[in-house]
């Protein structure tokens, strides 16, 4: 009889949402995961750049955390709090990759114009990263994905855009994923006549549309209020965060509040 003892890893089927930074799931599809764990399922949320910074901040990163009221070392662990209020209040489990948000790459963007534009060069593999490094903190969580949530990248952020074709990847390789309207941005006029057009360029043109009760559109929007670093930068045109959140999910409902999803 064999002398090595053989360790069983228990995994759990769950639908994975993937968040750019720290509030978008919560922001634009929160009530998605509020219901699915009404349901009994265990929704996880993975942050993808959810990492500290590596090295000294440029001028344009310490202004972004002035404007969050935070210092300069402070940011990532606030923000992360954050992030477990909203976990707690939707009933999922948070997760976060070592990936830093784009305002700390190197000095590849400085400015509001480079962040919402192009991916920078040396950034054109960026999505096979995220996909090892998504799938093997997976595995070690003992995570088995049942299906995928990524950002449609409306308002075109960069790291948005990196998920949006890591998603593209996962759908490529056969996994069920599904695009959420990254809000407040999928709010905004300047965006919101353009969703559908934009969701053409890279989506199946399948729509689902996700009915929220009463409760579980509270529940987006108390964890939408968790964020209070970046309540007053993200809803700088749009107003009060609550209304803002509830408007939209009405606007996509036609009266009723709702959450819409495309799928890749």
Same mark, same amino acid.
């Given at each position: 009889? &064999?002398?090595?003892? /053989?360790?069983?890893? !228990? ?27 009404? &349901? ?20 344009? #990163? ?32 948070? /997760?976060?990759?070592?990936?830093? %948000? #784009?305002?700390?790459?190197?000095? +590849?963007?400085? &400015? ?28 070690? #969580? ?23 074709? #890591? ?25 919101? %006549?353009? /969703? !559908? ?6 989506? &199946? ?16 929007? !108390? ?10 930068? /993200?809803?700088?045109?749009?107003? %009060?965060?609550?209304?803002?959140? +509830?408007?939209?999910? +009405? ?14």
């Amino acid at each position: 009889m &064999s002398g090595y003892a /053989i360790r069983v890893v !228990e995994r759990t089927t769950s639908a994975v949402f993937l968040a750019p930074h720290y509030d978008d799931v919560a922001l634009s599809c929160g009530g998605t995961v509020a219901r699915l764990a009404d &349901s009994g399922e265990a929704p996880v949320i993975i942050t993808v750049f959810g990492g500290k910074p590596d090295g000294p901040l440029t001028q344009f #990163a310490s202004d972004m955390h002035q404007r969050w009221g935070v210092g300069p070392n402070d940011a990532i662990a606030l923000r992360r709090t954050e992030e477990q209020c909203a976990e707690r209040v939707l009933g999922a489990r948070s /997760i976060w990759l070592d990936f830093a %948000d #784009a305002i700390y790459r190197d000095g +590849r963007y400085t &400015s509001d114009l480079q962040l919402f534009g192009a991916i920078h060069p040396r950034e054109a593999e960026f999505a096979m990263d995220i996909h090892e490094a998504m799938f093997d903190t997976l595995d070690a #969580a003992g995570i088995a994905p049942s299906s995928f949530y990524v950002p449609l990248a409306i308002g075109n952020h960069v790291d948005h855009q990196h998920v949006l074709t #890591a998603g593209l990847k996962l759908a490529q390789s056969g996994y069920e994923v599904s695009a959420y309207e990254d809000f407040p941005y999928a709010g905004d006029p300047a965006w919101r %006549d353009t /969703i !559908e057009a934009r969701a053409l360029n890279v989506t &199946s043109n399948q729509i689902s549309l996700n009915r929220l009760t009463p409760s579980q559109l509270d529940r987006r929007v !108390e964890a939408v209020l968790c964020y209070r670093s970046q309540l007053d930068v /993200i809803f700088r045109r749009q107003g %009060d965060p609550a209304t803002a959140t +509830r408007r939209y999910a +009405r606007v996509v409902g036609n009266g009723e509040p709702a959450e819409r999803f495309w799928r890749l």
